[in-house]
């Protein structure tokens, strides 16, 4: 039996609307002993409700995964761009009002 040539390798199959990719400006993390479940929401200006627009659910362990692969590309980020700023306190923008 012949041997995987690069057994770390994964194929990825992408869907044409997978690849287009959903907009999301907030996340909402909850857990449980068993699991932890993000829902990524899209906040629209001037909208009174936000909209799901993904869920994904997590073991534990890969919950952690995520968060050292976020947070070491965070520090490649910051290092080719600069430090990423939080927004939280941004003015709102004018209403269009003279």
Do not use: C, W
Not at 25 to 40: M, R
Not at 56 to 80: D, F, S
Request: proline share 9%; net charge negative.
């Amino acid at each position: 039996m012949e041997e995987p040539k690069n057994p770390s390798k994964i194929d990825i199959e992408l869907t044409d609307a997978q690849a287009q990719g959903v907009y999301s400006n907030l996340a909402i993390i909850n857990h449980s002993p068993s699991e932890f479940v993000v829902d990524y929401l899209s906040l629209m200006p001037g909208m009174p409700k936000a909209r799901i627009v993904s869920r994904v659910i997590l073991t534990p362990m890969h919950a952690k995964k995520l968060l050292g692969a976020l947070a070491e590309n965070v520090r490649r980020y910051e290092a080719l761009f600069g430090e990423i700023r939080d927004t939280d306190a941004v003015p709102p923008a004018p209403r269009g009002e003279a």
